[in-house]
């Protein structure tokens, strides 16, 4: 298949998407604006660089976020192998090294003969719109003004943005080890588990609130749920919600005991390593709108974190997305006019699509890249079924019915429900699970029987 597709953004949809067309035998453009443009949190010009956490989320087969690893892992795709490689204790969450895991995807992109990496940034379609079959945006959240400005243009309505947050990462050896403790919840042996955890008496907890909601803060104003994705909160956010939201959220400490005390604490944060070596580690669902300077004074405060070092401050940043039930059709090609204006195909994949998360970015990627191969041969792509997990993110974010639209993740809240009721929740959320794998197999059996699967597996 001697064809050319141009893809735009070199992140996690943008490098699967690009993987999976070569592995089809089509020639693809890769174009990626960094290091020459950067953003406000990527710090390399790597592929597939994390910006936020470390940590691709539960790996457990009968969670939404399991179910989506398991579709991954059956269709092959190239990004989670990665993921695998260079993954770090992280409890039942799968956590990468993320210096390991762009290092690794970067070189897989550069070695591939049939990819072909630019580094330059497009702010036009037009631009880049000649002489080839097919085009995928996987631009992400992080999709400069110019390039945003003309998707607007040409779906006619207005982009929206929502505000997205970072949580800091603090070295490990200025966390003060005897204050803290390690352990995953529910573990109750001390000295085991995968997270460190910083324990608050009542007294702390309220003096740690009090200064954290009088902060100062980078964008000087109380936000509505509605601009903020529910998932990247600012702690701050959440704090002002009430006194005991945080202590009820990121900073829950139900499963925990302190070995001091042999007790659970009042309320703790929880530390997550960031890398293979435990150098630095994340302060887990501290997204933050905090200046620096207030963040060094606040999270100072809390237990074990006193002569805390930060290896990354906590960044907030305006996230773009398009309105994916009004613009997006279920194989992520955009709707109306756009390819009749450009005279090609035009897809879009990962964030900017409207999809939350490293691993249904992946799977994006690699839905965009079937839809693409499909189009190249002159066949209609199968269906993806609304019981595998994907498939049911991708039946409610292109939907027409789905009103004010917001990213969305997988999650067992916009499935299907089972045929025949299951009132326990882990045999329930186990019978989603299976039914989505038979699923799956379906669907990969049809991708075969039409010649758009890679012939290395």
């Not at 990462?169 to 966390?175: K, N, R």
């Not at 907890?205 to 994705?229: M, P």
């Not at 002569?307 to 992520?332: I, K, W």
Request: some cysteine; overall charge negative.
């Amino acid at each position: 298949m001697n064809r050319l597709v141009r893809i735009i953004g070199g992140g996690l949809a943008g490098s699967e998407a690009a993987l999976w067309l070569a592995d089809m035998g089509v020639n693809v453009e890769l174009y990626e604006m960094r290091p020459h443009v950067s953003t406000a949190v990527h710090r390399t010009g790597k592929m597939a660089e994390l910006v936020c956490s470390n940590s691709l989320k539960s790996f457990k087969s009968d969670t939404a976020a399991g179910m989506l690893k398991t579709e991954l892992d059956m269709l092959g795709s190239r990004l989670f192998a990665c993921a695998l490689e260079t993954k770090i204790d992280a409890g039942g969450a799968l956590a990468v090294d993320r210096d390991m895991f762009s290092d690794l995807v970067t070189n897989m992109l550069e070695s591939n003969a049939r990819i072909d990496i630019k580094h330059q940034e497009v702010t036009s379609l037009e631009d880049v719109a000649h002489e080839c079959d097919a085009l995928l945006v996987a631009t992400g959240p992080l999709t400069s003004d110019s390039l945003a400005d003309k998707l607007k243009f040409l779906t006619g309505s207005e982009h929206l943005a929502f505000y997205d947050a970072a949580a800091p990462i603090v070295m490990a050896d200025s966390i003060d080890n005897s204050r803290v403790f390690r352990q995953s919840r529910y573990v109750e042996e001390h000295g085991q588990g995968d997270y460190l955890n910083c324990p608050f008496t009542k007294s702390e907890y309220d003096e740690f609130i009090d200064a954290l909601i009088g902060a100062d803060r980078v964008v000087k104003r109380d936000f509505e749920t509605s601009d903020l994705f529910q998932a990247c909160q600012p702690i701050e956010e959440i704090a002002r919600k009430g006194v005991d939201a945080p202590r009820f959220g990121a900073m829950k400490p139900v499963g925990l005991t302190d070995p001091v005390t042999g007790k659970r604490p009042w309320a703790a944060v929880q530390l997550r390593a960031e890398n293979a070596h435990g150098s630095s580690f994340n302060l887990v669902g501290f997204q933050t709108n905090l200046t620096f300077p207030e963040q060094k004074r606040v999270f100072r405060m809390i237990p074990g974190l006193e002569n805390a070092e930060f290896a990354r401050y906590g960044v907030m940043h305006r996230n773009t997305y398009v309105d994916a039930p009004r613009v997006l059709r279920s194989t992520g090609q955009m709707m109306g006019n756009v390819s009749n204006v450009l005279e090609i195909p035009v897809y879009i994949a990962g964030q900017l699509a409207g999809t939350e998360g490293y691993c249904e970015a992946m799977r994006s990627g690699i839905n965009a890249a079937i839809s693409i191969s499909a189009q190249l041969k002159n066949v209609q792509p199968p269906k993806v079924s609304v019981h595998t997990v994907f498939g049911a993110l991708i039946e409610y974010a292109t939907n027409p019915s789905t009103k004010n639209y917001q990213p969305m993740h997988v999650n067992f809240g916009i499935m299907e429900p089972l045929q025949v009721p299951i009132r326990n929740k882990s045999e329930r959320y186990a019978a989603y699970a299976q039914r989505g794998k038979c699923a799956l197999e379906e669907y990969i059996d049809c991708l075969k029987r039409l010649d758009l699967f890679p012939k290395r597996y």
